[in-house]
DNA sequence: TTGTATGCGTTATCAA
DNA sequence: TTGATAACGCATACAA
């Protein structure tokens, strides 16, 4: 005698099923599931003990629909292979979940069309809060479409922030750059550099922005005019083209928009026959796990990346809470010296213990 | 004459709104922005230039409610700030955005716990289709809450797994460690090496696979017995009890469970005096993009992350579909040799050309 | 402390 | 080709 356990069609458990298993309204029963004070503590466990033998999962979207809040979060950014925007996820994605919600994310790749589809997909949903980070579209255009308090930009990177215009006054997030390249361009000028130049990817908001800063602090610091090249684009490229340029009008530092093409800019030079930081000194930016563990190791500006992320998940979340949207905030990076700018002139050493220097700038 | 231009308390647009100005029913207007064939050209156009005009979003939540079907997937992986599962989380968000998915990502850190909440709100908004990737949960265990047509394992690693269970004939997506271990210490003989050493990383069930695969090639090819030391768990973590361990009984090459781990220790191997790879040769795991940007460039076994990510989603959207759960796969991974592991007692030469070994393992 | 009734915004079923 | 109407599963205002 064998019984065909075929699954039987599992009509999915509803809440009228638990509150008749209970043998309560169906109103007592969602009460008491979500901990209503006015419910009777028996009456609350035999609920619970319901739901539980049911193995009842209540149904978001109806929830949602109802309750005119869906405990979703969206999150839009580059690149999720990209590191820094790892750590941003992460922080993102760890604060939403300790505050009840879930994370919606999706790329843009620097694409307006695919910032609108993500933006689209965020409202679809209807979003309590969305992360914009990266992201290159205008903040007036994407409130065009949705609530100020609904929106954080994290290092916005629309055209527009390079012409100078000023992020929004709250609900924007963003590292102090200029300050990280200030410190960097007094540490190269310490120690003992003249000729930098500055190694642009593409020309982004914040790359001119970083661009604009080493301009400055050069010029304030008495070096020589920066010299300013730009790499392109995309992600790990390969620039022997700025390398070459780089071989044939050497400078004796170069500060790179970011440690990926700081790391890779090394690896470049040296099929040009330069060493570094025997011959040239070289700095990045971000700080990515990766600027540590490369060897020599990196010169960098540490962003905090993570904890951008978790500010921004708290800014939402706050929002949600209050109707209102937190006022915007600059947080401070921090110089990391490592081996790639010892001092110069210096007899090459095999290695110079790293060491971090205290955090600068920030408003805070 | 100022206008206060207050928003008004701006309702929502819905769906009857659309109807309204378009003068249709609800349900034409419905079908008319879904392209049901059975609209006249005329009555969609019309529908459509109002749904426009209002700025009309359709309320997910609803459609689902209503629909049966989400149009979400979930992704559990264990850390979003690792570069592996950055790139799986990235393969993944791009082929669901392709086929109009939204995807909720959550982090599981390797922990049962975490890993069940994440379940939890997955099955709450009813995902269509489930990623566990890294997981540490029994796909028995899972799919006691979910359907089996439903959930994707990819590269699990359950305690039962290094206990010799098979993964699930459907549904499990797995990259070819042991032939990428084979690989690997193949060449590894084949360059001269005789003393090596495995560093695992927590005895997860991944590191048991490899270590055992490692173990067997070791002795298969006749070289000396595998020393195996552990490094625990954390990523980025610190090795430098393994790196005593090996400069006191020092091998002549080392697989380490993956890059993060190689790249850690071949770090902490300097403090003991110890130079890769002109001491001692080293060898990882993964593929990540530092390793070939590495200095010296690490020996590894890539692994197809990004695809691994894709096809994931690929199979759960063609559940979805058809409503069963394509078979299960694994996928092949390469060695690719950079400059840890030259060929031994040769005259160390500053830089040695990588290159790429062709596709080895796989079963398709 | 609990129950009743209604509606959230959409799609599917049935008629017309 | 279109329209009326009934769910979908839950939470809340109101009543008891």
Same mark, same amino acid.
């Given at each position: ?55 009842? #999962? ?36 760890? &604060? ?23 933006? !689209?997909?965020?409202?679809?949903? !209807? ?14 255009? &994407? ?30 997030? !963003? ?9 960097? +361009?007094?540490?190269? #000028? ?37 010299? +300013? ?136």
């Amino acid at each position: 005698l064998v019984t065909t356990s075929r699954r039987p069609p599992k009509r999915r458990v509803v809440l009228a099923d638990v509150a008749r298993l209970a043998g309560t309204s169906e109103a007592t029963a969602s009460r008491a599931l979500k901990d209503d004070p006015r419910i009777a503590e028996a009456t609350r466990a035999t609920v619970r003990a319901a739901a539980t033998r049911l193995g009842y #999962v209540p149904n978001a979207a109806a929830r949602s629909l109802r309750a005119k809040r869906t405990h979703i979060l969206g999150l839009l950014l580059d690149d999720l292979a990209d590191p820094t925007h790892g750590e941003v996820a992460a922080g993102f994605e760890s &604060v939403a979940a300790e505050e009840g919600y879930a994370v919606f994310i999706m790329t843009g790749f620097h694409d307006a069309n695919r910032e609108q589809r993500a933006l !689209r997909t965020f409202v679809e949903h !209807r979003a309590d809060g969305i992360c914009l980070a990266s992201c290159v579209s205008d903040p007036s255009a &994407v409130h065009r479409h949705l609530a100020a308090e609904r929106v954080v930009f994290v290092q916005p990177d629309y055209p527009r922030l390079a012409d100078g215009a000023e992020p929004p006054a709250r609900g924007a997030l !963003r590292s102090d750059d200029p300050h990280g390249i200030k410190a960097l +361009v007094a540490h190269l #000028v310490d120690q003992g550099y003249r000729r930098m130049a500055y190694v642009g990817a593409g020309a982004t908001a914040s790359d001119l922005l970083r661009r604009a800063a080493a301009v400055e602090a050069t010029r304030e610091s008495g070096a020589d005019p920066l010299r +300013v090249h730009d790499a392109g684009r995309s992600g790990w490229c390969d620039p022997s083209v700025v390398a070459r340029e780089l071989a044939d009008d050497r400078p004796d530092a170069v500060i790179c928009y970011d440690d990926k093409l700081a790391l890779a800019l090394i690896d470049a030079l040296r099929d040009f026959g330069l060493s570094v930081p025997a011959d040239v000194a070289v700095a990045g930016f971000d700080g990515i796990p990766l600027a540590r563990r490369a060897q020599p190791r990196l010169t960098t500006i540490a962003v905090p990346s993570a904890e951008i992320g978790r500010r921004a998940a708290e800014m939402l979340v706050a929002a949600a809470r209050d109707g209102s949207m937190p006022a915007s905030e600059t947080l401070p990076v921090s110089l990391v010296v490592g081996e790639t700018t010892p001092r110069r002139r210096a007899i090459p050493i095999r290695r110079v213990a790293p060491s971090v220097a205290g955090a600068v700038g920030g408003h805070g």
